[in-house]
């Protein structure tokens, strides 16, 4: 059996042979082309053949995970916001069926949490991924019945929280890398890069300090949330700013039990390990 996985997002499409030790064989990564004429599906069909005819591969399983709602039992996409051109109603198991044994489809930041998973060393209770990017992601996995699905396939939109009816922003707005990109440019600072911003505020530089807790002190807010929702064992931070590790941590960690009940408790707060292989393993690790 080959495992092989697809990662679609708005900007690339990744893809890469998943061995059974993790590593990864030959990867590839393209622009995402808009979606006319099922553009999307069919450069993960052309990519699988590829795959199958340069490693002469016949017993071919696939996981693929996605930007939007997955259908996860019938492998389509249930809802997808306009950024991504008529990408409702894609049907991968019907276009990919004549080329795969075995197919899992899931969305973005589930898999994600899926493949964080293979790395843990001991068995979880209950995990909540948040991702922080361009939006803002969620997905919750609990040992009994795994991950969480969703009458209409869109559970822990989590991003739509927290709404400010003065500033007209939800917490997706305020606490996504992009949010923190447009706090940088309201204050000034927008020739900076994030990378820029955190090594600036070790460097001791107290205006970059004060953006980063102005900013952690939102993202704590959320996770503030997600405890009293669904008092999960652990809370993974991922999505590209986790590369910040205990950088990142310790402006949103502090934070968090000022938005919780007096001696309330939360969850072990981490970052993502595997970062941007994870939605790629994770895709796959079911299979």
């Known amino acids: 059996m080959t495992k092989i996985a697809f990662d679609i997002g708005g900007t690339y499409i990744k893809s890469a042979i998943v061995e059974n030790d993790g590593t990864l064989t030959g990867y590839q990564k393209v ?113 009994t019945f795994g991950l969480m699905s969703g009458a209409r396939h869109r559970p822990n939109q989590i991003g739509n929280l927290l709404y400010d009816p003065q500033t007209k922003t939800n917490y997706e707005q305020r606490a996504s890398t992009n949010g923190l990109k447009r706090q940088l440019l309201n204050s000034g600072y927008d020739q900076l890069s994030i990378p820029e911003l955190f090594e600036h505020a070790i460097a001791g530089e107290t205006y970059a300090q004060t953006e980063l807790q102005k900013w952690g002190e939102e993202v704590a807010r959320g996770i503030a949330e997600i405890q009293i929702m669904y008092d999960p064992a652990e809370i993974v931070i991922g999505g590209g700013i986790s590369a910040q590790g205990e950088q990142l941590l310790k402006w949103i960690v502090p934070h968090v039990a000022k938005y919780l009940p007096e001696d309330y408790g939360h969850a072990l707060i981490r970052t993502a390990k595997l970062q941007n292989n994870a939605a790629l393993i994770g895709a796959v690790s079911k299979l």
């Open 31 to 143: 622009q995402t082309p808009v979606n006319v004429d099922r553009a999307i599906v069919n450069t993960v069909k052309t990519q699988l053949k590829t795959y199958i005819k340069d490693y002469a591969l016949k017993d071919v399983h696939v996981g693929i995970s996605t930007a939007g709602a997955v259908n996860r039992e019938e492998c389509k996409i249930a809802y997808a916001n306009p950024n991504i051109l008529d990408y409702i109603g894609t049907d991968f198991a019907a276009e990919l069926e004549p080329f795969v044994q075995q197919l899992h489809v899931y969305n973005d930041v589930d898999a994600a949490l899926l493949g964080e998973m293979t790395i843990v060393s001991e068995p979880v209770e209950s995990i909540f991924c948040l991702t922080l990017g361009t939006g803002i992601g969620g997905s919750y996995y609990h040992h």
